[in-house]
């Protein structure tokens, strides 16, 4: 009953937070890594007013909060990341045996969702783009990140094998959740967006000692 209640609260936090500010602002930097080194960013001034240059991490929101380019790196690398965590769950219905597996999956699916909607308004508010250099991007090497093969091997098993290689892989891919989460917490500025990696991080460790407690009672 508690660990519902906390997915509850974090799901109702994740589409509270994604529903501030709606106005758009420059583009915090294109795709920095976790210790990327603050950069000048130019920032266009109000009509009739010059542009200024600030530091990529002391860049304004349009509701007066600051954020810097590592915020903007967590908010692009969660997207992706969620989103496998949504394709791993949608799986389980139909293939899991155990039904904590199912309720796992559903619990995920919950959560995440309205997750990924947070990041997107994040992003839409702050007028970033959400993927601005595809190529840059290696979504495959983030931490838990499982790769193709792993999935498409996922989605041939049924029954005691499907839960077993369900939990494997979810596992790894929360830890890699968490990780990411900590990094931000160390080096964001956005608090509110620290709030809502905090939950992330909480939900999802806990979630790992659910999932092996099911295959080992």
Avoid at 134 to 148: F, I, L, N, S, T
Avoid at 184 to 203: H, P, Y
Wanted: net charge negative; with cysteine.
């Amino acid at each position: 009953m508690i660990a519902g209640v906390v997915a509850i609260t974090i799901v109702t936090a994740a589409v509270a937070f994604g529903l501030r500010g709606s106005d758009a602002s420059p583009d915090a930097s294109a795709s920095p890594s976790p210790t990327s080194s603050p950069v000048p960013v130019i920032v266009p001034g109000r009509p009739g007013e010059s542009a200024s240059v600030v530091p990529s991490d002391r860049l304004k929101a349009p509701d007066g909060s600051t954020y810097n380019s590592l915020d903007v790196w967590f908010v692009r690398m969660m997207i992706p990341h969620h989103q496998q965590a949504l394709e791993i769950a949608a799986m389980a219905p139909e293939r899991a045996k155990n039904p904590q597996i199912k309720a796992v999956a559903s619990r995920i699916t919950a959560a995440q969702g309205p997750e990924i909607d947070a990041f997107r308004a994040w992003l839409s508010a702050r007028g970033l783009p959400e993927k601005p250099d595809e190529a840059g991007h290696d979504h495959a090497g983030m931490r838990g990140m499982q790769p193709p093969e792993a999935m498409r091997g996922l989605a041939t098993l049924n029954g005691d094998m499907f839960d077993k290689v369900f939990v494997d892989m979810l596992v790894s891919h929360h830890q890699g959740a968490v990780s990411m989460c900590t990094d931000l917490l160390k080096v964001g500025a956005d608090e509110r967006l620290g709030e809502l990696a905090t939950g992330i991080a909480a939900e999802q460790q806990a979630e790992i000692g659910r999932m092996r407690d099911i295959l080992n009672p």
